[in-house]
T-cell receptor, first 111, second 120 residues
Framework: SQQGEEDPQALSIQEGENATMNCSYKTSINNLQWYRQNSGRGLVHLILIRSNEREKHSGRLRVTLDTSKKSSSLLITASRAADTASYFCATSWQGAQKLVFGQGTRLTINP | GAGVSQSPSNKVTEKGKDVELRCDPISGHTALYWYRQSLGQGLEFLIY????????KSGLPSDRFSAERTGGSVSTLTIQRTQQEDSAVYLCASSLILAGGLMAFGETQYFGPGTRLLVL
């Protein structure tokens, strides 16, 4: 299946530290996206990286993509309590409009 | 502008009853998606609408599930004869698909707050 898999499933760090989450997928993709979900409700789009890109930044977020390893990482620098949430990667591939989501990483930032 | 809205926010029903969940996408968005998320799990794709094209129903788990999109805007997801395993959060998302169906600028999906369904 195309499904992305996040690693780790859960991550707990102290406020101010950096958090790194990884995503692996199985087939060639068109793009990969990261979303955040608070309290099990709606998802918020964070960042999109295309298959021909290797790295993107948005504020405290840094995403990398390694298509040879079929993996991506999301780095949140200088974490804050408000970053506590579940983070999902989602992939799309050429010819398909739907996104396939992974199971998510539950991130907890301790004050 | 207004985001994606869903109603109701919460729905409790008895096993065997039918339920209807509503989604109002962002105005002008041509694509609409329904997902289901069980407790602590990722999102499971259910169905996708794009303009006047036939919907992609490949994710619907059984024939008890159906969805329609009227006038290219509002969508209703219907679950007939609900079962306890249908309990989940049902999420709707919309996005802007450019001409030719190429998701270039508008690949981002914008999600509603979801409907939490509990089947007793």
């Amino acid at each position: 299946s195309q499904q992305g898999e996040e690693d780790p499933q859960a991550l707990s760090i102290q406020e101010g530290e950096n958090a790194t989450m990884n995503c692996s997928y199985k087939t060639s993709i068109n793009n990969l996206q990261w979303y955040r979900q608070n309290s099990g409700r709606g998802l918020v789009h964070l960042i999109l990286i295309r298959s021909n890109e290797r790295e993107k930044h948005s504020g405290r977020l840094r995403v990398t993509l390694d298509t040879s390893k079929k993996s991506s990482s999301l780095l949140i620098t200088a974490s804050r309590a408000a970053d506590t949430a579940s983070y999902f990667c989602a992939t799309s591939w050429q010819g398909a409009q739907k996104l396939v989501f992974g199971q998510g990483t539950r991130l907890t930032i301790n004050p | 502008g207004a985001g994606v809205s869903q109603s109701p926010s919460n729905k409790v029903t008895e096993k065997g009853k039918d339920v209807e969940l509503r989604c109002d996408p962002i105005s002008g968005h041509t694509a609409l998606y329904w997902y289901r998320q069980s407790l602590g799990q990722g999102l499971e794709f259910l169905i996708y609408f794009q303009g006047n094209s036939a919907p992609d129903k490949s994710g619907l788990p059984s024939d008890r599930f159906s969805a329609e999109r009227t006038g290219g805007s509002v969508s209703t997801l219907t679950i007939q004869r609900t079962q306890q395993e249908d309990s989940a959060v049902y999420l709707c998302a919309s996005s802007l698909i450019l001409a030719g169906g190429l998701m270039a600028f508008g690949e981002t999906q914008y999600f509603g707050p979801g409907t939490r369904l509990l089947v007793l």
